[in-house]
């Protein structure tokens, strides 16, 4: 049987354990070193793969990675330019936009909590 403070919001056994479900699919999705500063740097526009691996100082391994899983879930779009060379851009989807409160309150807690850490 689940302990009532162990939920989020006051529920039974099957709430409670639903609530935590519901927050392993959001880490999921945003969670890692990456999503959310892919994110926070997109939210200035489009980028090409190599602009956006250069503003994060990210690998482009791991940046494939991870774009190809924010595209999966929805956060990003991938377009394929008539160039040459070819070349691919990045931007967010609209459905990215219900990520904006999470990332200010994750900032605001950032914040706080490096200005405890560090006096």
Request: glycine share 6%; proline share 3%; charged share 30%.
């Amino acid at each position: 049987m689940a302990r009532k403070d162990q939920c989020l919001i006051p529920a039974t056994d099957r709430e409670c354990k639903m609530a935590m479900l519901t927050l392993q699919d959001t880490l999921h999705v945003v969670g890692g070193k990456w999503k959310l500063v892919l994110i926070s740097i997109l939210r200035g526009g489009k980028l090409k793969f190599r602009e956006l691996s250069r503003e994060a100082g990210i690998t482009s391994r791991i940046l494939s990675k991870e774009l190809k899983e924010m595209e999966m879930n929805g956060l990003v779009t991938r377009t394929v330019c008539d160039t040459s060379p070819i070349t691919v851009e990045y931007e967010l989807t609209p459905y990215s936009e219900t990520l904006s409160e999470l990332i200010t309150v994750m900032h605001a807690w950032g914040k706080q909590h490096r200005e405890k850490i560090t006096g």
